[in-house]
């Protein structure tokens, strides 16, 4: 059984300083009302292209949120995966993705992909993808560590830090665009889980070449969050990581 959400918004203060990671963290919301999150930034719709969401790297540094609806997702994927929009012909879109970028080694393969792969469905309407806003905590779904191999190591052992043998993995790697894997590739967004993304070769050109995503459930960053002294966060290992390099961030 997954424990209850907290009322508040962890303080993520502490896991960011032992990260030394100067960015900010990207939250994912599902909220009644965009007004709240601004200044807000859209991507187009299917009118006009659209945009890739991670298009939008640059105004996510610089505290900008991203808004999208059913009717401006930007790219089909993103339209797929975060809204459920379908825009294109199922077989056109797995011969896309099988004959035009080789992404299976057979159509079949690509085809029980498409046909199970999962989407998030909205509960307001409203997605929003920006920097965290501590008053909306309730509206957040999942939130993204943009970082480098060091850091994605500190968060992956962290991930671990309450695991018990035998209990489901709490880290994945699954194969979905990258803006799947900001929320749609989770199967209980309520259990403690995360996903190494930015892992889609089409969406990578648009981020630094040394960084990934890991991105985790609204319980496991309450869980990364509570990582005291206690904590590998404060023991040899990661001290002797840091004197090696010099530094992590």
Known sequence: MSAPRAQRQ??????????????P????????????FAPLVEPGDRRDGGRCIFDFWEPW???KTLHLTSERFGCGGAGRALCGVVT?????????????????????????WFDNSPVYRSEHGHILIGPLKTGLFRYLRSVTFWVNPDQLSVLQI???????????PPVGAPFSSGCGQLVATFDDLERPQAVIGATDVAMRDQI???????????????????????SFLHKPFLRDLRAARGGIG
Do not use: N, Q
């Not at 056109?92 to 004959?99: E, K, P, Q, S, V």
């Not at 962290?158 to 489901?168: C, K, M, N």
């Open 10 to 23: 962890p303080d993520p203060e502490a896991l960011l300083a032992a990260l030394e990671l100067k960015r």
């Open 25 to 36: 963290l990207i939250g994912l919301y599902d909220a009644p009302d965009p007004a709240p």
């Open 61 to 63: 540094l610089e505290g």
């Open 88 to 112: 294109r012909d199922r077989d056109d879109y797995i011969d896309f993705l099988w004959g035009d970028e080789g992404l299976r080694a057979s159509r079949e393969l690509m085809a029980g």
């Open 158 to 168: 962290g991930a671990y830090y309450h695991h018990a043998w035998g209990d489901p």
């Open 208 to 230: 630094p070449r040394d960084v990934l995503a890991f991105t985790a459930t609204v319980p496991m960053f309450e869980r990364l969050c509570a990582l005291d002294e206690a």
